[in-house]
């Protein structure tokens, strides 16, 4: 049966008609074929395989086109332009499947339906070419398309290099843009199109676009994969340098520094004797830094913290020395006098040695002015038990984390100031001193005390909390001592947790002994001066401690000795002549002329001056009231930084003066047009108290009856309206003051009378008090018994 019969053929065919072919067809859905182009043929259809057969057998050619959509042949659903195409070598593939190769010849349109069986005939006639019109343009499209299809292959890894020689070999530029479209992956109707755009010249330039469009992509993808590329070859060479190193060290016998400086700290938790908690957390923060890559930023923060953890002391202790003769002995070694403090610590001594040690530590509160001694005392204890001595101050520290540090998610984040110390300390039980406990600031950072009082209680502090440490720490063989000024600032709920011991000032007996048995031999040494070399009389020492400082403790007098052995030292240094005996007369040589007025024989008594005593946070200290009366319109002027309770106390005093009018010879009329003016010198310490009471009412009425007042006389007491003496505190402490600064009279409330077994006997045998209940008595005794002059006239 032939198949390229010509049926009904016009009857004749001009040069001028188009040619008419009836072909069989092979329809075709997932590909186009382009002319002089080959393409396997999939005959998947037995209706497809007859027309290849039958084709093959007569030697003729067939229609391949491309169909619309799936489902029955028809004109609708072919495409109407295809290509005539011969067809060979019919195989059957593995699968089972039929398959030919499908040379294309030149396109056709369709343009009918012959027959449909046994296959599909169609009509078409065939497309001639238009020739490409300007040789140059061809030449210039064409060169530029191939270079884009150059750049294209090289950068595909779909199309190999033949398929670049392939185009080149291409004469036609209609061929070169059939080829290059068949090789560029297109849909299927964007293929078609191509095929149905007849002039080779637009084909060849819609190729260029396509090409142009496929470049953009492929350079993309192309940055993309380098910068992948780029990214695994640079860990990779990372990896196998650093498997080399490792492989090298293996060689020689080494461990990587990561592994060895992880093995030590291992090593170093083991042997640190950490409870559980922490030591598990320390085992934890190394396997997350053993998984770390050793330049990450968070290795250190790791490596820190597991520093801390293993450089606290966890178990070492050191074992108390508890025999109490040698304790005496060091305690009296480094303190002169002191008596019922050393006693207390003794006995604590006693009372561990005979509870084997199990006993918890008292927390003991040294309170006293400067100097009087607290923190050689501390430092005492410690050595006299053999302990360690931290000391940390807590004046002025208003924050919680200053105590308990930081969470360790703060950059930066450290432990607090407590654990700090303890690292230092080195040891699980020192004496551990907390200076200026009445100086710890309350404010919106937390509470530093609440912090505080997890430290200093028995039942909590065995697993104290620091932020920064994130595991209970054990301050529980601790010996806590707090220090402070004064007592009334410490916080009740602090007060009751401690065993207050309070040091009050030294008398001049003490500090000439403190003087002589200790801070001369050391500022000696400390100024390299040998013993024999420079002695000070007692009269010196005396001097300097009356004329050159007045204070409850010894720091200024340790001071002022200090100087004059520089200055001797330094004489020494420059002539190597010096003086060998510092005698009395020679110490404003070198201090200057004196700074303290001590005793009262060279001053005047005078008209409207008295002398009281304030108690401040440095001891006590003489505080002299003035009053001066002016024509005025009777006001109360008060100055010198008086407090609330002090500026009442003058108003009573003044109001019992005004009552006492008449009996001291006061008129009437006199207050009225007079302004009083009190004023306490020293203007810059705050004063507050009701004891100046009698002080200012004595400065007042000596104003107003212009009699003079003693200046040999000091004294303290509240006064009442009707002129009561009422009792005050701080009576040893005013007494020493006094005493200090040479005062050899002393008016005392009458109910004060008991206080004064406090004081040192020397002392009391080197003063007269007057004991009094009524302003009368004061009076009596304060104001000189001199001319009575009238009172101020008016
Ligand atoms: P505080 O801590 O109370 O301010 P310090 O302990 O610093 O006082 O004492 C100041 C100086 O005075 C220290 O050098 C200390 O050795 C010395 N000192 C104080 N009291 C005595 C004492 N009773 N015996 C020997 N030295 C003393």
Same mark, same amino acid.
């Not at 072909?23 to 075709?28: N, S």
């Not at 030919?100 to 069986?117: D, K, S, Y």
């Not at 052995?565 to 190597?576: D, G, V, Y």
């Given at each position: 049966?032939s198949?390229?019969?010509?049926?009904?053929?016009?009857? *004749?065919?001009?040069?001028?008609?188009?040619?008419?072919?009836?072909?069989?067809?092979?329809?075709?859905?997932?590909?186009?074929?382009?002319?002089?182009?080959?393409?396997?043929?999939?005959? $998947?259809?037995?209706?497809?395989?007859?027309?290849?057969?039958?084709?093959?057998?007569?030697?003729?050619?067939?229609?391949?086109?491309?169909?619309?959509?799936?489902?029955?042949?028809?004109?609708? /659903?072919?495409?109407?332009?295809?290509?005539?195409? /011969?067809?060979?070598?019919?195989?059957?593939?593995?699968?089972?499947?039929?398959?030919?190769?499908?040379?294309?010849?030149?396109?056709?349109?369709? =343009?009918?339906?012959? @027959?449909?069986?046994?296959?599909?005939?169609?009509?078409?006639?065939?497309?001639?070419?238009?020739?490409?019109?300007?040789?140059?343009?061809?030449?210039?499209?064409?060169?530029?398309?191939?270079?884009?299809?150059?750049?294209?292959?090289?950068?595909?890894?779909?199309?190999?290099?033949?398929?670049?020689?392939?185009?080149? %070999?291409?004469?036609q530029?209609g061929?070169?843009?059939?080829?290059?479209?068949?090789?560029?992956?297109?849909?299927?109707? *964007?293929?078609?199109?191509?095929?149905?755009?007849?002039?080779?010249?637009?084909r060849?330039?819609?190729?260029?676009?396509?090409?142009?469009?496929?470049?953009?992509?492929?350079?993309?993808?192309?940055?993309?994969?380098?910068?992948?590329?780029?990214?695994? !070859?640079?860990s990779?060479?990372e990896?196998?340098?650093?498997?080399?190193?490792?492989?090298?060290?293996?060689?020689? $016998?080494e461990?990587?520094?990561?592994?060895?400086?992880?093995?030590?700290?291992?090593?170093?938790?083991?042997?640190?004797?950490?409870?559980?908690?922490?030591?598990?957390?320390?085992?934890?923060?190394?396997?997350?830094?053993?998984?770390?890559?050793?330049?990450?930023?968070e290795?250190?923060?790791?490596?820190?913290?597991?520093d801390?953890?293993?450089?606290?002391?966890?178990?070492?202790?050191?074992?108390? /020395?508890?025999?109490?003769?040698?304790?005496?002995?060091?305690?009296?070694?480094?303190?002169?006098?002191?008596?019922?403090?050393?006693?207390?610590?003794?006995?604590f001594?006693?009372?561990?040695?005979?509870?084997?040690?199990?006993?918890?530590?008292?927390?003991?509160?040294?309170?006293?002015?400067?100097?009087?001694?607290?923190?050689?005392? $501390?430092?005492?204890?410690?050595?006299?038990?053999?302990?360690?001595?931290?000391?940390?101050?807590?004046?002025?520290?208003?924050?919680?984390?200053?105590?308990?540090?930081?969470?360790?998610?703060?950059?930066?984040?450290l432990?607090?100031?407590?654990?700090?110390?303890?690292?230092?300390?080195? =040891?699980?039980?020192?004496?551990?001193?907390?200076?200026?406990?009445?100086?710890?600031?309350?404010?919106?950072?937390?509470?530093?005390?609440?912090?505080?009082?997890?430290?200093?209680?028995?039942?909590? %502090?065995?697993?104290?909390?620091?932020?920064?440490? !994130?595991?209970?720490?054990?301050?529980?063989?601790?010996?806590?001592?707090t220090?402070?000024?004064?007592?009334?600032?410490?916080?009740?709920?602090?007060?009751?947790r401690?065993?207050?011991?309070?040091?009050?000032?030294?008398?001049?007996?003490?500090?000439?002994?403190?003087?002589?048995?200790?801070?001369?031999?050391?500022?000696? @040494?400390?100024?390299?001066?040998?013993?024999?070399?420079?002695?000070?009389?007692?009269?010196?020492?005396?001097?300097?401690?009356?004329?050159?400082?007045?204070?409850?403790?010894?720091?200024?007098?340790?001071?002022?000795?200090?100087?004059?052995?520089?200055?001797?030292?330094?004489?020494?240094?420059?002539?190597?002549?010096?003086?060998?005996?510092?005698?009395? /007369?020679?110490?404003?040589?070198?201090?200057?002329?004196?700074?303290?007025?001590?005793?009262a024989?060279?001053?005047?008594? @005078?008209?409207?001056?008295? =002398?009281?005593?304030?108690?401040?946070?440095?001891?006590?200290?003489?505080?002299?009231i003035?009053?001066?009366?002016?024509?005025?319109?009777? *006001?109360?002027?008060?100055?010198?930084?008086?407090?609330?309770?002090?500026?009442?106390?003058? *108003?009573?005093?003044?109001?019992?003066?005004?009552?006492?009018?008449?009996?001291?010879g006061?008129?009437?009329?006199?207050?009225?047009?007079?302004?009083?003016?009190?004023?306490?010198?020293?203007?810059a310490?705050?004063?507050?108290?009701p004891?100046?009471?009698?002080?200012?009412?004595?400065?007042?009425?000596?104003?107003?009856t212009?009699?003079?007042?003693?200046?040999?006389?000091?004294?303290?007491?509240?006064?009442?309206?009707?002129?009561?003496?009422?009792?005050?505190?701080?009576?040893? @402490?005013?007494?020493?003051?006094?005493?200090?600064?040479?005062?050899?009279?002393?008016?005392?409330?009458?109910k004060?009378?008991?206080?004064?077994?406090?004081?040192?006997?020397?002392?009391?045998?080197?003063m007269?008090?007057?004991?009094?209940?009524?302003?009368?008595?004061?009076?009596?005794?304060?104001?000189?018994?001199?001319?009575?002059?009238?009172?101020?006239?008016?």
């Amino acid at each position: 049966m032939s198949t390229t019969e010509i049926i009904e053929l016009p009857e *004749q065919t001009t040069d001028d008609e188009p040619e008419v072919l009836i072909l069989a067809l092979v329809a075709r859905r997932r590909a186009v074929l382009f002319p002089r182009l080959v393409s396997p043929l999939f005959l $998947g259809r037995v209706a497809s395989l007859r027309a290849v057969e039958d084709a093959m057998l007569h030697n003729t050619t067939v229609a391949v086109v491309t169909q619309r959509a799936q489902g029955e042949i028809s004109l609708d /659903n072919l495409y109407s332009i295809g290509t005539e195409a /011969n067809v060979s070598r019919l195989i059957t593939l593995p699968d089972g499947n039929r398959q030919a190769w499908a040379q294309g010849q030149r396109r056709i349109r369709i =343009t009918g339906i012959l @027959e449909t069986e046994p296959y599909v005939k169609v009509t078409a006639v065939p497309i001639e070419e238009p020739e490409a019109a300007d040789g140059r343009e061809v030449e210039a499209l064409s060169r530029a398309v191939l270079s884009q299809f150059e750049r294209t292959v090289q950068l595909s890894n779909r199309l190999s290099d033949d398929a670049y020689v392939a185009a080149v %070999n291409m004469e036609q530029p209609g061929g070169l843009a059939d080829f290059i479209a068949s090789t560029l992956g297109l849909e299927i109707p *964007q293929q078609q199109a191509l095929l149905e755009l007849l002039d080779p010249m637009e084909r060849l330039q819609q190729v260029s676009v396509l090409l142009a469009k496929e470049l953009d992509l492929l350079e993309l993808q192309r940055k993309i994969q380098t910068q992948v590329q780029s990214e695994v !070859d640079k860990s990779q060479r990372e990896y196998y340098l650093r498997e080399q190193i490792k492989a090298l060290q293996r060689e020689l $016998g080494e461990s990587d520094p990561q592994t060895r400086e992880l093995a030590e700290l291992r090593e170093k938790i083991e042997a640190s004797g950490m409870p559980e908690a922490a030591s598990t957390k320390a085992q934890q923060e190394l396997d997350r830094l053993s998984q770390m890559p050793p330049q990450s930023p968070e290795t250190g923060v790791i490596r820190t913290y597991v520093d801390w953890l293993v450089s606290l002391p966890w178990a070492t202790e050191t074992e108390d /020395n508890l025999d109490l003769k040698e304790g005496a002995r060091t305690l009296d070694a480094n303190h002169y006098g002191l008596s019922k403090v050393k006693e207390r610590i003794l006995e604590f001594l006693a009372v561990r040695k005979l509870t084997g040690g199990r006993m918890r530590s008292p927390i003991l509160c040294f309170v006293g002015a400067p100097g009087v001694g607290k923190t050689s005392l $501390g430092r005492s204890i410690a050595q006299a038990l053999g302990r360690k001595f931290v000391r940390m101050s807590l004046g002025g520290i208003r924050d919680e984390a200053e105590i308990r540090g930081h969470r360790r998610t703060y950059v930066g984040a450290l432990p607090g100031r407590i654990i700090t110390a303890m690292r230092n300390a080195g =040891t699980v039980n020192p004496v551990f001193m907390l200076d200026e406990i009445d100086k710890v600031g309350l404010d919106f950072r937390g509470d530093p005390s609440a912090a505080l009082l997890e430290v200093l209680d028995p039942e909590q %502090n065995f697993a104290f909390s620091d932020h920064y440490l !994130d595991v209970p720490y054990d301050l529980s063989k601790v010996f806590f001592i707090t220090t402070a000024n004064r007592m009334d600032t410490v916080l009740p709920a602090l007060r009751d947790r401690m065993e207050v011991i309070e040091l009050s000032g030294y008398v001049e007996e003490e500090k000439l002994g403190i003087a002589r048995a200790f801070l001369v031999p050391r500022q000696l @040494e400390e100024h390299g001066l040998k013993p024999e070399g420079l002695r000070f009389a007692d009269g010196a020492l005396r001097r300097i401690i009356r004329e050159y400082t007045r204070e409850a403790g010894v720091r200024n007098l340790e001071r002022e000795i200090g100087h004059i052995c520089r200055k001797i030292a330094r004489s020494l240094a420059q002539t190597e002549r010096a003086t060998k005996r510092i005698t009395a /007369n020679g110490v404003p040589k070198f201090l200057g002329p004196r700074r303290f007025y001590w005793g009262a024989a060279e001053e005047q008594d @005078e008209i409207g001056v008295a =002398t009281g005593v304030a108690w401040t946070e440095t001891g006590g200290d003489l505080m002299g009231i003035e009053v001066t009366l002016m024509e005025g319109k009777g *006001q109360l002027i008060l100055t010198g930084r008086l407090g609330e309770v002090m500026r009442e106390s003058a *108003q009573a005093g003044l109001s019992y003066a005004r009552s006492k009018g008449a009996e001291l010879g006061i008129k009437p009329k006199f207050f009225e047009k007079t302004d009083v003016h009190v004023h306490a010198p020293e203007g810059a310490v705050p004063k507050e108290g009701p004891s100046a009471g009698i002080t200012m009412a004595t400065a007042l009425i000596s104003a107003l009856t212009r009699r003079a007042t003693r200046r040999d006389v000091a004294m303290t007491g509240e006064i009442t309206l009707r002129g009561r003496v009422l009792p005050i505190g701080g009576v040893r @402490e005013k007494v020493l003051a006094a005493h200090r600064a040479g005062i050899r009279t002393f008016i005392l409330p009458k109910k004060n009378e008991k206080d004064l077994l406090d004081v040192p006997k020397d002392v009391r045998r080197d003063m007269t008090f007057v004991f009094v209940e009524q302003m009368d008595q004061v009076l009596a005794v304060a104001l000189a018994p001199a001319s009575i002059q009238k009172a101020a006239a008016a």
